[in-house]
């Protein structure tokens, strides 16, 4: 075996553990995206205070004073 055909063997098997540790990574950024996307902020009108709903709701009562307010949107 060549030095030549040795190094293409290892820069080749670099670039196949590169791409696997980014696709890991992408995936665990998109398991996050996935969780932040389906919560809903609010705030409350009445209190200043700010809360969240996981289930994605367009409007909540606030927890402290329970005056209904509708999401935040960004
Ligand atoms: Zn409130």
């Known amino acids: 075996m060549s030095l030549a055909v040795f190094f293409s063997i290892v820069v080749s098997l670099m670039l196949c553990v590169s791409y696997v ?3 890991i990574v992408m995936h665990a950024h998109s398991k996050d995206y996935a969780k932040i ?3 809903s902020t609010f705030y409350c009108l009445k209190c200043d205070s700010v809360y969240v709903s996981r ?3 367009k409007s909540k009562a606030c927890p402290k004073c329970g005056y209904k ?4 949107k960004f």
């Open 55 to 57: 289930t994605g709701e």
């Open 21 to 23: 540790c980014y696709c």
């Open 69 to 72: 307010n509708t999401q935040m």
């Open 37 to 39: 996307s389906k919560t």
